[in-house]
Nanobody
Framework: QVQLVESGGGLVQAGGSLRLACAAS?????????MGWFRQAPGKGREFVAG???????NYADSVKGRFTISRDSARNTVYLQMSSLKPEDTAAYYC?????????????????WGQGTQVTVSS
């Protein structure tokens, strides 16, 4: 199995920054897995935010390009999401996900493992 544990969420004012972390563990986890961040705001569907390959190739949703940066530390099996210039519309529960493949994916159905989520609230 694979366990994903997110941390780093909280309350921040608009224009501020937060860094989320996702620690992966479990015998089934592979450093080659494609890792992604998703978010879900109240009353809305889950949406892709950012993803990263094991060779550090990245992909971002248009809504966060230039403001968010995804990275990974393979030695620590940890993926990060640095969020800057936060806006109230970024308020959501943020989820880390792992896909048991190396290729990128932007839909939740293509991921095999999920964390429990961490709340990010941006006040105006």
């Amino acid at each position: 199995q694979v366990q994903l544990v997110e941390s780093g969420g909280g309350l921040v004012q608009a224009g501020g920054s937060l860094r989320l972390a996702c620690a992966a563990s479990g015998r089934a986890f592979r450093t080659t897995y494609y890792m992604g961040w998703f978010r879900q705001a109240p009353g809305k569907g889950r949406e892709f935010v950012a993803g990263i390959t094991w060779t550090a190739g990245t992909n971002y949703a248009d809504s966060v390009k230039g403001r968010f940066t995804i990275s990974r530390d393979s030695a620590r099996n940890t993926v990060y999401l640095q969020m800057s210039s936060l806006k109230p519309e970024d308020t959501a529960a943020y989820y880390c996900a792992a896909r048991s493949a190396m290729s990128p994916a932007v839909t939740g159905a293509e991921y095999n493992y999920w964390g429990q989520g961490t709340q990010v609230t941006v006040s105006s």
